[in-house]
Structure formats: structure tokens, C-alpha cells
């Protein structure tokens, strides 16, 4: 497979100003996720060890096999919201290795309001479970929760995806054969403690584990008997009474220890094969990347200087290197595994729309699992293009897109406007995994655009009033209105609504997708089948 | 007197191994009597004829005289070697097997006796004006025994009269501590010898242990074969033995190899002999006590006099006569003995016990590695930890040390915890070096004598093998699947 | 896989890593290439990084004997179950294990009979060498499990206190 041939001048003054552009969004990135992680007053820290606790940090770090990855999700979740009192949706989730089996982790952090459950906690909570069933991931849950933060009550309990998405699919996955291992490290009460009791296995924590439907306030509340936590739903209760829980631990070491070894019996599954060679590392720097991507997203760049900085050896074998060139589609090998990649170089035209199409189709004929690099302003719209039939084209490229069997996985590293966030495979589309890098923004238009369409409203609605506007005026409407938009587009807003899996620093782009692509080979890939298309 | 057709050894472990060479070099056939216990061992295999013995433990087996009367009547020896310990010292097996007309390679019953007890042997050397440690004795006047001790003067030392091997014995330094000091020593003396006799005598401050290896025959011949020192112990045993004495001056060493010699000839010693003194700081020394069998430490004579000790036992037990003059023994050289003992020094000296998985003595010249040790044998808990000596000569004292340092780096013994990293670092200390040694030299030194810490390099290599080799981790890594492994310990 | 060496009374927790074609160690968060070759006869080189030597090394069960440069060393291997729960506080302790195989000298108490901390339950002999088995909390004695003269191997169970 031949080399990309990188044009890129990293002496240009260009390239430095876009390095350092993003990789003060690099660092900003970083102290978040590390705000998010380990910011906590003292007096959180000092709790824990009066209870003694582990860290839930240092819980994932006992659970996972020295020296191998782990792939968090959603680090960001709920960063812009709850005036940012529930860090990481009060959750870890992520991929890693536990005696050499790739699992699905969600930690509870116990260190922020118990660990009580958000609104986006339960989401988190589902999207992680939605992630295994997908990928057929056993999930080992370190319980440790006070449950739904009940001021917010309406938010998390009663729709299709709140709480009760939790249990059903863990019952699926359970359904599917797919192992899960609670370990119970805090309380687990009321819903959460189903977590444990519709777990495969589960080992609880003498003295600080527990497992109720009431906790002890509720008891005394509604039948005025006073028992201990200990009492009513621990360690020895549970595993030597009611059977709840299987193995008892007399600490949290041994505890995630008794988990390590639970996890060492679980069968391993035979991935499904696809095309795979020999590793080799990307032969451009991928630290380039930060020159790479503009400071000003409304520049276009060449998506194959990314792809030269994210795969294998920089190879790429391009398809249809000649016809709808603002689509560029081809194939190339991430940590070995062959994937089909297709990035925007610009709007999307009927030949790239069909272009993509026709590629998705490949891919799905020979099992090769798609990369989508998403930097799109959508799909051209004028006059000459609707009657070249751009909406049915771009149609077709969705359906393909949609309708693909192999996994798919989306990044977006740059803009993600308008029909564009279909056909590249936006979150609604079900890539196994979607990431974001911190210079992306999302939106059904752009911001500019779409200010000034409401502007447009705006004053043909006073017009009709009689009223007409001044420069100043019209600027003073606009201004908020573009504020707002620019907020709700940015990445950050996002994560935080886990409209992705998390933000990446760009140079985490490969190892998180090869981590992805490892995790998605759990599932078999059916027979490809698709809609109908419109011709 | 009947000629020694066939030996009988009453012994195990090296000291078998090593009568049975002497006895193949002067073609005289040879019967080892082992019990089950010692069935792999290496004396089993080298002597030409083996009777199994037994008893209620492995120890009883040995030291049963009729189990080794009843051997040389079935095996037709007509003569026993004891080797050390065990019957080796006990003159009621030696009368015995003189009823029963077999030859004990030793000395008479009646010098067994009067130097097996501590304070016959004492009443004998004060009556020849031999210098001995002021002392009292119990039995003289039970009730005032307390009281003359405390004549003496502290520091004093309690000893069991029939005691050896630091059994039963005591250090007074406070006054007021003698008569609780005086009862354990009874009650340890009535525990291990089924004798509470004491006695007490002053206790010598840094003291050295000199002993002195003498060799007599029937036919009135007495010499010595110069000293050995013995100050490196733990609780008075022995651990590293030289000769001849790095502290001795000519002058010193004749004065003391002499009196030695003369306390044989008046006692009418016959065979090898050692004659224990305790070496003052101001160059006075004194008797301690007298061996009557060949020693653990020998071989180190051996190597600076060139004769063969156990050969001239034989010699002598057959009415031969010395095969050298006094004149002819000349010392030559330096040796130095290092005792491989099964024990853990950096855990109080607990003894270790295990497989022998693999067993590589050391080569060159200069070199004797002494041991009944087989590869693939369980050391158990039966017998004394020792498991072997090894023994360098030297042109002089330093290239001797140097010589058993390399031979102990090169002694592979794996499978139990042993000492010979203790000995290693012993063999390196100053003080050892320049030779200032005295009996609590390994006390004093005790801090320097832990192990340093293990380099960062050596552990990664000890690491690195283990890891290797541990079929828990080879199967185990065998698991972390691509692309993890190869991304290792990343976060995103 | 997680195991924890015990080194010199020091516990190391070590894993092997495999990394395409070569072996990793990982111990102290750091990674070092490493690979053995064996020499025969118990004999092995071993390389760490550009650093090579010769050693001697036998597994023996949980135990490895490795003689490097002239000194010997054992391996205590644990794997982490073992080490996790293997620290039990001398209060929740119910019996004395024999620390090596041995023969009972003496068995100073009776069953039923209270003991405080540190007074002597047993003397066991082994080696010539005796060892007192003393109390290692107050308690109640509840089980002995040998007579004068028994002998035992090494973690038997000698004497128990009522929990």
C-alpha cells in the first residue's frame, strides 16, 4: 500500500501558529479532564479514608492488568452541567484489559455526593451498556453509589432511557451471554441495587459494601424499625442469608483481587476476523497533527494529512482518487486492522455523495470496518444541485451509511454542520464509538449562518410591524443570538451532553480507534442488506 | 592385637564421605549403617557396603549401640569409626564394643571419661597445675555454690557439667541475676543431658578460641599438629575455623601447642585429640576442654600439615605408630574452613529445610568442598543443619580468604536457604581481615553483617527470571490480546 | 497477570507483558525488554535492556533459586488473591501455623484454658533448633492438635484460640 505524500511545511508560519492555537486547546483539554478527575476538596479525599475507601481512580487501577490501556468514555460528561458538581457524570466508564479479557468498566465515584446518579449519570450509564451490547463487552460495575440524586428525579426516572434502560439492558446483555461482575464497594440502593442482583456474578466488601432496596432511613421511615446498613444488606447477609451476593471480601483489594480472578474464568469469544497485518507505526509525527488542523475551522485543509498521522505506516489506498474529490475514501490499517476511511475535503457534491455510497458498500461487502473523519459543512445546496438531484444523492449516501453492518466509528475533527453529521455517520447512526477533538463544533448549521437566518426573521417579522432597524440594532440582536450558538456548538457542550464517547487530544486518535476497532470484533458482522435506494 | 580388616562407620553426612576416601586410598573395605532418612545420600553410594538401621527417630537409630554392634556382626567389621558426635564421645559404647572385641578408632573408654566430663577434666588439668579459668564447682559444695561464684567475680559463666555445643550455658554480668541464671542452666542441662551438675568460672571478656590438634600413638609418641582458631561462632558453634591462628606469635604458638601435647602425654591419650583453650586478650590462655574424636574443623590441619588425620586414626587403632615426627610437621600455608550450614542468618539463624535442587561445588586449587549432600536429597529436620565445609588453602592467610570467597560465590546450592552469603560477608569484614577476632566477633559485627540491599539492577534481573520462568505469568501474559499489549500502560 | 515477588522480605509486584515479539517486565510502573535463554543445566542468560548475565535458577513450587554473581536468592512468588487476602491482623488470627516441619518438645497448655498475649503455648523442636509457639492475642485455647513427640510438617496447624 503506498505512502500518503505529506505536503505539509512545518516550517510555514501557518503550521506554527495552528500548533500553538491547538495545542492551547490541547492543554485546555488536559485540565479539564484532570479537574474532572481529581479535583476534589480535601475533606472528600479524608472521607474516604475514614471509610476506608480506595479512589475510584485507583479502584480501575488495581482492577485493570499492569501496563496495559484503558480507554475512558465520556470523561467530560456533565462538565456544563449541575454548576459542575457531578464530574464525569460521577461515573468512570471505559475499555480495558482484566486478566487478558477486553471489559466494559463503570465506577461509581463515590467521592462527589456518594456517588448519587445525575440525570446524565444515568445516561452515561446507559450509553456504557448500549457500548457493551454493541460489542458484545462483559461489564464489571464497581458499585458505589447513594443512587438517583432524587432533586432531579424527573430528569433520570421515568422515560425510555432513563433508570430502567439501565436494568433492561443489562438483562440483554445477560440475554446475549455476555457476562457482567458487580463488585460491591459502597451501598447499592434502591434501583442500583439491581446492578448486583442482575449481575452473572458479584463479590461484596465486608463492612462497606451493601445492598438494599431501602436503605435504613427508608426502613425506619415506613415500618419504624431501626437496623444498621451492615444489618439489613451486608456482606455476610448477602452472601451467606440471602444469596444476593457471591463472594465476600474482607477489603477492597481483596475484593478487585476475587473480581480479577472471577474475570480469568469468563470464556474468552471468538472475534470476528477481518483483514489484518503486521503493525506499523504511522510514518509522519503524529504531534504534526496540531499544525495540521486550522486554528479557523473555516478553512479547508487535506483530510489525508490526518489520515497520514492516524494510520498504519501513513499508507492509504485511495478509491476513486479522481471523481467527487471532496469526499476522500480508501482504505488503510489502524493498529493492524484494515478499515475504510472516508474524510471530507468540502461540501459534499452528487459525485461524492455517490462516491461515499458506493464505498460504504465495499466496506460492507468485505468486512471492513469504517472510520468516518467528520469535518462538514453538509451537503451543497443551490438550484443546478437540486436538480441533479443532491437530496436524493446525499439519501443514498445515508442509507448506505445507516444501513452499514460493519462497525463504524466517527470523528469529528473540525466542523459538523447540517445534513453533513448524517452521511458522515453522526451520533444518531450508531457508531460504535464517536469521538470529538477539542477544535470541533457542531451544529445544524453554522453559527454565522445560522445567526443570520434568525436575524433575517427577526426583522422581516418587524418589518411587517413597521419597524426598522439600525446597524447597531440589528449587531445587538445578532450578537447574543451567535453567543448562544457558538456555546451550544462548541465540543465541551457536546461531551457534556454525551452527544460522543469524549473529547481526544488528536495524537489519542489512533490508539482509541484501534482499542475501538479490538472492541467491536466481539460482535459478528451480519450478511450487509441495505434500503432501498432512490435513483 | 587383632589387624583392622573392615571399618564399620557409626556416622552420616560428610564426615562419612569422608573416612570412607581415606579407608578406599588404604584399601581397607568399608560398611556404612544409615537410616532411611539418609538413604540418597552420598556416603550411601561411595561405601561398599550399606546396613540399614533404625530407631524412633532418626537420631535414635544412631546413637544405639547395639545397632551398630549388630551391624559389624553381620557385616564382619571388625572395627568403628564414630566420626564426631553421636557414640563418638560416649565411653560406656566404646566399653562395650571392647566386650564385643571390636576396635573403636579412638581413644581408651577410660580418656573418653575422664574428658567427656567437664569437671573430671578440670580436677585433672588443676591437679598437673595445667592453667585453667578460676572456677567452682557445684557438686564440691552444693550449698555455698552460689556464693564462691560470686567470689570469683562477675562476669561469670554457668556451664552444665555434662554440656557442649552451648547448651546450658549462661553469662552472669549483673550479681544479682546468678541464682535465676544458675537454675535455667540446671534445668537446660537436665533437658538436654539429663544432668544438672554446674558448674561456674570467671567469664573472659573478647575471648579467643584456640584449640590445639594432637595425635598420639600406643607406643608412647605425642605431637601436636599445630592450633586452629575457632573465634567465629554463633552460639558457640563454630562457623569459620583457620589454621593456624592469625594472632599467635612463634613464641605463643610453641608454648601453647606444647602444653597441649603435654596434657595428652599425662593423661596417656592415645589417637587424635584436641585440646580447646581459651585465649585471653593479654595473651594467657587456658584450658577449656578436650575432643576426644576427630573434629568437624580438621580438614584445615590437613591442609597446612599435608597428613591425612583420619588415616593416622587408623594407624594408630590398628598399633602403628605415627607415621611423622614432630620435627617432620611443618606448617605450610594458611586454610581456612567455612561450615554451609541449612539456616536462614537473616532470620535469627532458623534453620531452612528443602530439596537439594542443585548442588555445583566449586573448582581450582586449593579447593575441598567436604559434603554428603546428593542433588535431588531433602534436607530435612533430623539432623544437625550442617550441610557441608568448605575448606581453601592458601600460600598465606589472605590469599586463603580471597580463595574462599571465590569458592563460595562459586558453590551452587539451591532449593534451601543457606549461609553462604553470610559467610561471603563475614569472609570481607576489616576486622576479619586484619585478623582481630574473638568468640562474640559475629555479635559485634552483626549490623555490618546484614545484607545490603538488593541493587535496582540485580532485582531486575532477579525479576526478569522469575517472570520468565513462572508458568503462572508465562501462561498469564500469553492473555493481554493486540492491540493492548502493544499499546501498554496508555490513557487517554 | 498480577503476581507479587517476595524478595529479601520485600514484596514486588511484577507482570509480564508480551509486545509483538518481545517480553516485558513491568515492575515499579516501569517497563524493561527482557528475554532468557537457557543454557542447560539450570543455567540461563538473561538480558535486561542492553544488560546481559549468566544466572543459575530453579522453581521449586511457589519458590525460585536463583544464584547470580556469587550470591543466592530466593523468589517468594504470590499471586495476587494470595496477597490480597493474606494479610489477616493478628487479632482475627485463629490457629499457629508450624513455621517448618518439626517434632512437639513440650505443650504447655490445656484446651479450655485462657492465655494472655505472648505466653507459651507449645515448644516444637526442629533442627535441633526449639521454638516456642506463643500466644499471639489473648484468647481461649480451643484445639490442640498435637502431643508431645508428634510430628508435623511445615503449616500444619498446631494449636488453635476460639475465635
Known sequence: MQRIISHINTNAESFKENSLYNLKLRDELKEKIRKARFDRPQRDFDRLKRQDKLFVRDRIDLLLDPGTPFLELSALAANRSYDGKSPSASMITGIGIVNGREVMIHADDASVKGGAWYPLSMKKLVRMLDIAIENQLPVIHLCDSAGGFLPLQSQFFADRYHGGRVFRNMCQLSKMGVPQLSVVLGHCTAGGAYIPALSEYSVIVRGTGAVFLGGPPLVKAATGEIITADELGGCDLHTQVSGTADYPASSEQEAIAKAREIVAQFSRIEKEKIEQQAVEAPYYDPSELYGIVPKDNKIQYDVRELIARIVDGSRFSEYQPAYGSTLICGFAHIWGYKVGILGNNGVLFNDSSLKGAHFMQLCNQNKTPLVFLQNITGFMVGREYEENGITKDGAKMIMSQACSVVPKFTVMVGGSFGAGNYGMCGRGFDSRLLFSWPNSKISVMGGEQAADVLVDIKLSQLKKEGVTLCEEEIAAIRKPVLAEYENESDAYHSTSEIWDDGILDPIDTRNSLGIAISASLNKSIEKPGFGTFRF | ?492 | MRSFYNIAGQSIEVELLRRAASQLLIYNGEESTIAIKALGDDEYRVTVEDQSTSLFAIQQGDQFFIHLNGNNYQVDCEDEMQSASGALSDEDKVVANAPMPGTVVAVNVTAGQTVKSGESLMVIESMKMETTIAAWRDGVVCKINFCVGDSFDRQAELIQLEE
Not at chain 2, 608454648?255 to 603435654?262: K, M, P, S
Not at chain 2, 580438621?298 to 591442609?303: A, D, K, Y
Not at chain 2, 594408630?316 to 614432630?326: M, P, R, W, Y
Request: charged share 25%; hydrophobic share 40%; with cysteine.
Open chain 2, 1 to 492: 592385637m587383632a589387624q583392622i580388616k573392615k571399618v564399620l562407620i557409626a556416622n552420616r553426612g560428610e564426615i562419612a564421605v569422608r573416612i570412607i576416601r581415606t579407608l578406599k586410598e588404604m584399601n581397607i573395605p568399608s560398611v556404612l549403617i544409615y537410616h532411611a532418612e539418609d538413604h540418597f545420600s552420598q556416603g550411601v553410594r561411595e561405601a561398599d557396603e550399606c546396613i540399614e538401621i533404625f530407631g524412633d527417630t532418626p537420631v535414635a537409630a544412631y546413637i544405639d549401640p547395639q545397632n551398630i554392634i549388630n551391624a559389624c556382626h553381620k557385616s564382619g567389621a571388625n572395627a568403628v569409626h564414630p566420626g564426631y558426635g553421636f557414640l563418638s564421645e560416649n565411653s560406656a559404647f566404646v566399653s562395650h564394643l571392647e566386650e564385643e572385641e571390636i576396635i573403636f578408632i579412638g581413644p581408651s573408654a577410660e580418656i573418653i571419661k575422664l574428658m567427656g566430663d567437664k569437671i573430671s577434666a578440670r580436677s585433672f588439668m588443676i591437679k598437673h597445675q595445667f592453667p585453667i579459668v578460676p572456677s567452682v564447682v557445684e557438686e564440691d559444695d552444693p550449698a555455698s555454690f552460689a556464693e564462691r561464684a560470686r567470689e570469683i567475680g562477675v562476669p561469670l559463666l554457668i556451664k552444665a557439667a555434662a554440656g557442649g555445643g552451648g547448651k546450658g550455658m549462661r553469662i552472669v554480668r549483673d550479681p544479682a541475676e546468678l541464682d535465676s541464671q544458675i537454675e535455667q542452666a540446671r534445668s537446660e542441662g537436665l533437658r538436654y543431658f539429663g544432668d544438672g551438675r554446674l558448674f561456674c568460672e570467671r567469664y573472659i571478656e573478647r575471648p579467643r578460641h584456640i584449640e590445639v590438634q594432637i595425635l598420639a600413638d600406643r607406643q608412647g609418641n605425642c605431637v601436636h599438629l599445630w592450633e586452629r582458631e575457632c573465634s567465629i561462632q554463633r552460639r558457640f558453634q563454630k562457623v569459620i575455623e583457620e589454621a593456624p591462628s592469625p594472632t599467635l606469635n612463634d613464641e605463643q604458638r610453641k608454648e601453647i601447642c606444647q602444653t597441649a601435647v603435654d596434657m595428652a602425654t599425662k593423661a596417656g591419650y592415645s589417637n587424635a585429640g584436641t585440646v580447646e583453650f581459651i585465649l585471653a586478650q593479654d595473651g594467657s590462655f587456658y584450658f577449656l576442654e578436650m575432643n576426644t574424636r576427630i573434629q568437624v574443623e580438621h580438614p584445615v590441619t590437613e591442609f597446612i600439615t599435608g597428613m591425612d588425620l583420619v588415616a593416622e586414626q587408623i594407624r594408630v587403632a590398628n598399633g602403628e605408630s605415627l607415621s611423622k615426627t614432630q620435627a617432620e610437621i611443618q606448617i605450610n600455608g594458611h586454610a581456612i574452613e567455612c561450615r554451609i550450614n541449612a539456616e536462614d542468618p537473616d532470620q535469627n539463624f532458623m534453620p531452612s529445610l528443602g530439596p537439594v535442587l542443585k548442588l555445583r561445588a566449586a573448582q581450582g586449587a586449593g579447593i575441598r568442598f567436604d559434603t554428603g549432600l546428593q542433588e535431588g536429597q531433602k534436607v530435612g529436620s533430623a539432623f544437625d543443619p550442617m550441610l557441608g565445609k568448605l575448606i581453601t588453602h592458601g600460600s598465606n592467610r589472605d590469599q586463603a580468604r580471597r580463595r574462599s570467597l571465590r569458592a563460595l560465590r562459586e558453590t551452587v546450592l539451591m532449593g534451601l536457604t543457606t549461609n553462604i552469603n553470610f559467610l561471603q560477608r563475614i569472609l570481607e569484614l576489616d576486622a576479619f581481615i586484619e585478623g582481630d577476632l574473638h568468640t562474640h566477633f559475629l555479635e559485634e559485627f552483626s549490623a555490618q553483617l546484614e545484607p545490603d540491599e538488593i541493587d535496582e539492577d540485580t532485582l531486575k534481573l532477579l525479576l526478569a527470571a522469575a517472570v520468565s520462568m513462572d508458568p503462572q505469568q508465562q501462561s498469564g501474559s500469553a492473555e493481554i490480546p493486540e492491540p493492548y499489549a502493544s499499546i501498554g500502560s496508555w490513557r487517554n
